[in-house]
């Protein structure tokens, strides 16, 4: 398949005449495409095409099936041919489907409020569409329904999502408002316990719906206001039509609204949503979404995302740039906004509470993906939002117990493993990021990390020194991933004097010896009478439970101790057995058994789709061999993202797989997630410019003469010799320049044993 740019994004590169560093427009090379829809069988992202601002509320995108399922967990797939509706919250690039609530749909001839997975007119309300007839840039999302000739806009603000709809010149005018429509129900014993849909006034509809599904019991308060009044209306549950009626309460429930089309004037509609209250989803319309100027806000939203994404400037090819900011674009979709205009939100323990002034409570923390690069981003470019990501992460604690693993609009949903609320909380704090109470936050660690909740007993954890495999499934991946939980606690505790409790967690960061084999070479599965597990295949794939392995193999997992890379080379046998077994692992493209359905994007065993291999390929460095590193580096960076709508490897998972290319692209990334430590890679880019938030610049040059140029020659830091492979995240917060000498052969800069990273 052949991706075809669309005509609004082509316009919008060849207006743009600016060169320079600093100067561009970045806004123009987003392409929200990229990425939402596979090509055959492989993944694609699952990202969303529709309109949404920096980490809002709200993500108001179409929606192309009935039920959208695992596949199109965004709600949107390129392959389909139809148009169900629109609605206004959604993931952005999960492996699980949820949200998907509030759908509107216009439509003309005899309305109905049923829809069909059907191209076909008249089958229900949903129409068919065509790509060509189809755009988006960041804040806007424009599409011709075809079913209807109605031309279908949307932008939004924060927390409200406002649609025009163009209604053909002497039609019928329908908007269908559908609150039964969400992801399947079939998936997570999802099912509508409440709802209700009362019209107020001719122009303004409220009500909300209490769901449950991968998050439990969620709340969504909306208000829908319209720009023109209502001639007619009918309002159904389930099979019964209710004519002339202003509200409706039940489970199953639908309605059908008329406008009059004399004036040809477009029908705008805006709604408001709020997880607390009706009350709180009007002031929410009346603070962020007065007036009926679509096209204000469309500017509006485009301000937004200019302004979080132009601090950092690239020099590149088209293309690059089209690829790099739209994986920057993906990096600030979620978290989300919780908390409505006046701080309220509601809490874990289903409690309205408030936030306090100029602060923001966020939830769909993707924590078993996002801590790995997302996080570290948003530390350099993003601390003061970090703050508030960590303050919501530590009120779950208080409200819950323990920090988030998993949580979507406001709720744990303990998917994976780990508790990588930790390394986020400690990596910002060692940072010296302000606006964190440490010791509050270190409470909220520590008590984490010796509370036994899904996935996690700590009784069993603290008295065999790593997870039994018969008491706790994923066993290996979950000793390897706490060990590191617990590094992180050990560090944090160093910082703030509590010694003993360093001594503590720093043994506990050292559990994963405890599975490792030594006549394999790999982490293994024991029993709780420590006994191995029999038989072992370390190309057999788990998921998530029934195998020791959570989306991933042996192979994929025997590198993660990114808290002490020398000691795992020490384990292996030292750094030629330790390289050896990294050029196996590249090139080994042997496979046992069925493959999980995150494992995509394979370089040999490396498989980039799913983020236990992330790592991986900045692992050479630390062995003294960092040209093998640029090698696999460059090759991902080329070969598994590009522009097209199977533009990624896998699922994007909140911004994850986009964050690795931002830091790669530039030409470093965090292996240990919360050391402050970015080991150098190979820098895509001919030149980046951070600007960072204490108002100074840090520059990476790396001029190439053609696209074979992707081994480090030699490097200058502000004019200096540069022989190290890695940077400190104190060097970046200095400013200056980083200049590498590119050549299309390695070479022995970076091979010193004092150039490895730290």
């Known amino acids: 398949m052949k991706y075809k740019i669309k005509s609004i994004f082509v316009s919008l590169l060849l207006s743009t005449g600016l060169t320079s560093l600093g100067q561009e427009k970045v806004t123009t090379y987003v392409n929200p495409f990229i990425g939402t829809g596979a090509v055959e069988s492989s993944l694609s992202g699952n990202n969303y095409p529709g309109a949404t601002v920096p980490f809002g509320m709200v993500q108001l995108s179409p929606d192309t099936r009935v039920a959208p399922d695992w596949g199109e967990a965004c709600g949107y797939n390129h392959n389909d041919q139809v148009i169900v509706g629109f609605s206004h919250t959604r993931l952005s690039g999960t492996g699980a489907a949820d949200f998907i609530d509030i759908l509107l749909m216009p439509m003309t001839g005899t309305p109905t409020t049923e829809a069909q997975n059907s191209p076909e007119p008249g089958t229900g309300y949903q129409s068919a569409f065509s790509h060509d007839q189809e755009s988006a840039r960041p804040g806007y999302y424009q599409v011709m329904l075809q079913n209807y000739g109605i031309q279908a806009e949307l932008t939004a603000t924060n927390r409200v999502g406002i649609h025009r709809y163009t209604y053909p010149e002497g039609s019928d005018s329908h908007v269908i408002l559908d609150l039964d ?146 994986a920057l674009y993906h990096t600030m979709i979620q978290p989300n ?48 939002r970090s703050v508030d990501f960590i303050k919501s992460m530590i009120r779950q604690y208080d409200y819950y117990g323990y920090l988030p693993i998993w949580q979507l609009w406001g709720q744990d949903n303990y998917c994976m493993i780990g508790n990588h609320s930790i390394p986020v909380i400690t990596d910002a704090i060692l940072k010296g990021i302000p606006g964190i109470d440490a010791d509050k936050a270190y409470e909220a660690v520590r008590n984490s990390s010796t509370t036994s909740h899904p996935n996690s007993p700590f009784e069993v954890w603290e008295k065999y020194g790593y997870m039994p495999e018969n008491i706790q499934t994923q066993s290996v991946s979950i000793t390897l991933e706490q060990a590191y939980d617990d590094w992180c606690v050990a560090q944090l505790a160093k910082k703030l004097g509590k010694e003993e409790d360093y001594e503590h967690f720093m043994k506990r960061s050292e559990y994963y010896r405890n599975l490792y084999h030594p006549s394999s070479g790999f982490f293994r599965a024991k029993n709780a009478d420590g006994k191995w597990l029999e038989p072992f295949d370390p190309y057999q794939y788990g998921a998530n439970g029934g195998n020791p392995f959570t989306e991933g193999n042996a192979w994929q997992y025997f590198w993660y101790v990114p808290q002490n890379i020398p000691a795992l080379i020490a384990l292996t046998g030292g750094d030629k057995a330790f390289t050896n077994k990294l050029d196996q692992f590249f090139t080994t493209t042997q496979q046992s058994g069925e493959l999980n359905s995150n494992a995509s994007g394979f370089v040999g065993q490396y498989a980039h789709g799913n983020e236990p291999s992330h790592h991986v390929a900045y692992l050479y460095n630390y062995a003294g061999q960092p040209w093998k590193t640029q090698q696999y580096v460059a090759h991902i960076l080329t070969n598994l993202y590009n522009n097209s709508f199977s533009g990624y490897a896998g699922n994007d998972d909140c911004g994850e797989m986009s964050a690795w290319y931002i830091f790669s692209a530039m030409g470093f990334y965090p292996v240990n997630p919360a050391n402050g430590i970015y080991v150098i890679g190979c820098p895509l880019l001919e030149e980046t410019c951070i600007q960072l938030p204490n108002g100074k610049q840090f520059t990476v040059k790396a001029p190439k003469r053609n696209e074979k140029d992707i081994y480090i020659q030699s490097a200058r830091l502000n004019g200096k010799n540069y022989n190290k492979t890695y940077l400190s995240h104190e060097d970046i917060l200095k400013g200056g320049t980083l200049e590498f000498k590119m050549g299309d052969r390695p070479s022995r800069w970076g091979t010193a044993p004092n150039a490895r990273p730290e």
Do not use: C
């Open 337 to 384: 906004t919780m908390s409505d205009v006046n701080g309220e939100y509601m809490a874990a323990d289903y409690s309205t509470r408030k936030v306090g002034a100029n602060e923001v409570h966020y939830s769909t923390f993707s924590l078993w993906d996002t801590y790995r690069a997302a996080h570290p981003l948003y530390t350099l470019l993003q601390p003061t």
């Open 181 to 326: 429509h969400s992801a399947n129900k079939g998936s997570w014993g999802r099912r509508i316990i409440n709802s209700q849909i009362r019209i107020v006034d001719p122009q303004t509809i409220e009500g909300y719906r209490i769901i449950t599904g991968w998050a439990k019991l969620r709340k969504i308060y909306f208000q829908i206001k319209f720009s023109k009044p209502m001639v007619s209306s009918y309002l159904t549950d389930g099979g019964r039509k209710h004519e002339n009626t202003a509200v409706i309460n039940g489970t199953n429930l639908r309605a059908a609204f008329t406008f009059a089309n004399k004036d040809r004037h477009p029908l705008v509609a805006k709604v408001a949503l709020s997880p607390v209250s009706i009350d709180n989803a009007r002031q929410n319309m009346q603070k962020e979404a007065a007036g009926w100027d679509f096209d204000q806000f469309v500017t509006q939203a485009d301000a937004l995302w200019e302004k979080e994404l132009s601090p950092i400037q690239i020099k590149g090819t088209p293309l690059q740039k089209e690829i790099f900011y739209t």
